[in-house]
């Protein structure tokens, strides 16, 4: 069983609560939760074969108890959305609150979420140099909410949302590819 737990930590108590956990039937190979809104989470998975991504809104009834049942706002890949799995997610930035990028191995898209409709749709794809093959992660720039980053087997990228094209790049930074990266939200005058 494929399970989505929700956890409360007590920085005062130094514990940490479980406020719910809710099945979700595929297996999630990631899961991001909204920075803005602690009911809303975006699962990656595979549905009998096919790459997908739902937003889930988790009911949160106050304070110490969660709903039941994860409710679902929208999906996206059961059209053929993705050509191979998604590995990374990353939600918004301050001025994109309603957006989140996809990353999977041959591209990065990024999405809207219209929440009165339950629609995710896709804005565009990011144009990535060639160095970055086989994208591996991608999270959003905390220190310019214009710009999401790339790493890859081959390269980490600063690509700029309002162009979708690559404006900084680093081919090879490792020996191995990127898993996982974050920005640091504190620029040095």
Known sequence: ENELSVLK???EAHEIQCLGIYAHRPEMWTIASCPWNAALALTAYDAAGVSCVSLWTIPVLDEHEV????I???????????ASPVHSLTWGSVGYRDRF???????CAEWVIDGSKQTLTRQRALDLSPDAQRVMCVAWDRADEDR????SEKSLEA???RTGRSQ??????????LRTLDSNPVVAN
């Open 148 to 151: 999401v980053l790339v790493g």
């Open 101 to 107: 990028v996809t990353g999977c191995a041959e591209e």
């Open 67 to 70: 709903g039941s049942e994860l």
């Open 9 to 11: 930590y007590s920085s």
């Open 72 to 82: 679902a706002v929208g999906s996206i890949g059961e059209q053929g959305e993705f």
């Open 168 to 177: 900084i790049g680093v081919r090879a930074p490792h020996e191995y590819g």
């Open 159 to 161: 690509v700029d949302l």
